[in-house]
């Protein structure tokens, strides 16, 4: 993608065995049948289904949590909101999903198996941790 036209992100939008601010925790391997079922996924702003920023290219569980490497588009209107949020240093995530299996704990729930819809970029995830970084794809002439 031409960096004209997109501005390269990637990070974690769900960490592994770490609680949020309502308890829920992510057990590793909950998205996997999730994944394995979709392509790319869109990229929100706050949830809102109207403000499509951008996509996923990448989502994929490792060893820490859920990995995603996507692009924020300067040519949709979103995306340009985005952009703006970037800049004034929000940078985080959140996961958009319905929750196919999950057990009780003493506050919230373990999530076993999960639906995922979509990740939106946020000032404030549930997961504190849920971060993102921009790419930078300039590179130096020598």
Do not use: C
Not at 10 to 36: K, N, T
Not at 37 to 51: N, S
Request: glycine share 10%.
């Amino acid at each position: 993608m031409n960096p004209d036209h997109a501005w390269p992100i990637e990070g974690y939008a769900a960490l592994f065995g770490l609680a949020d601010r309502e308890g829920d925790v992510v057990r590793a391997g909950a998205f996997r049948d999730s994944l394995a079922a979709r392509g790319e996924l869109p990229m929100l702003v706050r949830h809102d289904p109207r403000l499509v920023a951008g996509v996923w290219r990448i989502a994929e569980e490792d060893a820490r949590g859920l990995f995603v490497a996507g692009e924020i588009r300067r040519d949709a209107v979103a995306g340009l909101l985005a952009m703006r949020l970037v800049q004034r240093g929000v940078d985080g995530l959140s996961i958009g999903f319905r929750t196919r299996a999950a057990r009780p704990l003493t506050k919230g729930r373990e999530l076993i198996a999960v639906d995922l819809i979509e990740i939106s970029i946020v000032p404030t995830p549930m997961a504190p941790r849920a971060r993102f970084a921009r790419i930078n794809t300039q590179r130096t002439m020598t």
